[in-house]
Nanobody, 119 residues
Framework: VQLVASGGGLVQPGASLRLSCAAS????????MNWYRQAPGKEREWVAQ????????NYADSVKGRFTISRDNAKNTVYLQMNSLKPEDTAVYYC?????????????WGQGTQVTVSS
């Protein structure tokens, strides 16, 4: 199982970035996908979620209206479009796959990609 996140970088406030997370080794289309982030000295926080079909998305209040999560099940990839970036968005961003059944919950994590917003 692999979740490989990419697309991070150093940008100025107000800029945009699009993160990608390519999945392999499991049935991607059966998993809800999440993005989390962890800033230096802080706990990891949830950012956004998308359901298996992509029909429903949810966002943390801190990114609502600026970030958009999407997925392409044909490419086994989830995206996070980040607009109007702020310095407080600086963090390592992680993708997460989760599937819950009556019996168990299975979750996978990617390795993270650094996003730095600074002038």
């Amino acid at each position: 199982v692999q979740l490989v996140a990419s697309g991070g970088g150093l940008v100025q406030p107000g800029a945009s970035l699009r993160l990608s997370c390519a999945a392999s080794g499991f049935t991607f289309s059966s998993y809800y996908m999440n993005w989390y982030r962890q800033a230096p000295g802080k706990e990891r926080e949830w950012v956004a979620q998308i359901t298996t079909s992509g029909g429903t998305t949810n966002y943390a209040d801190s990114v609502k209206g600026r970030f958009t999560i999407s997925r392409d099940n044909a490419k086994n990839t989830v995206y996070l479009q980040m607009n109007s970036l702020k310095p407080e968005d600086t963090a390592v961003y992680y993708c997460n796959a989760i599937r819950t059944t009556i019996i168990t919950t299975t979750t996978y994590w990617g390795q993270g990609t650094q996003v730095t917003v600074s002038s």
